[in-house]
């Protein structure tokens, strides 16, 4: 899953908040649980949250699953290609 979210915060530009909110987000954690773990407020985790779906283009955490399979996907080709060598 990191190799993944590594590729979408490339692809994006997102900032490292913002992809340490999107591999919690990508491990199944709900914005109470990120808050929790990582000890901000909730309006802070709501705010990288919605910067995230901004710079990806979403509005819906929902609409954020098809970008990660894809980038998945690219991931596996990555690795695939590497092990040809």
């Known amino acids: 899953?990191?190799?993944t979210v590594r590729?979408?915060?490339r692809r994006y530009k997102l900032s490292p908040k913002q992809e340490r909110w999107l591999t919690h987000?990508?491990?199944g954690?709900?914005?109470a649980?990120?808050?929790r773990r990582t000890k901000t407020?909730?309006?802070t985790v709501a705010k990288h949250g919605k910067a995230v779906y901004r710079k990806i283009g979403v509005h819906r955490g929902t609409q954020l699953v098809p970008v990660l399979l894809l980038a998945h996907e690219r991931a596996l080709d990555r690795l695939r290609s590497l092990a040809a060598i």
Request: proline residues 0%.
């Open 25 to 27: 987000w990508a491990l």
């Open 1 to 3: 899953m990191r190799q």
């Open 33 to 35: 649980g990120i808050q």
């Open 7 to 9: 590729e979408v915060t």
């Open 29 to 31: 954690e709900a914005n």
């Open 41 to 43: 407020s909730q309006s």
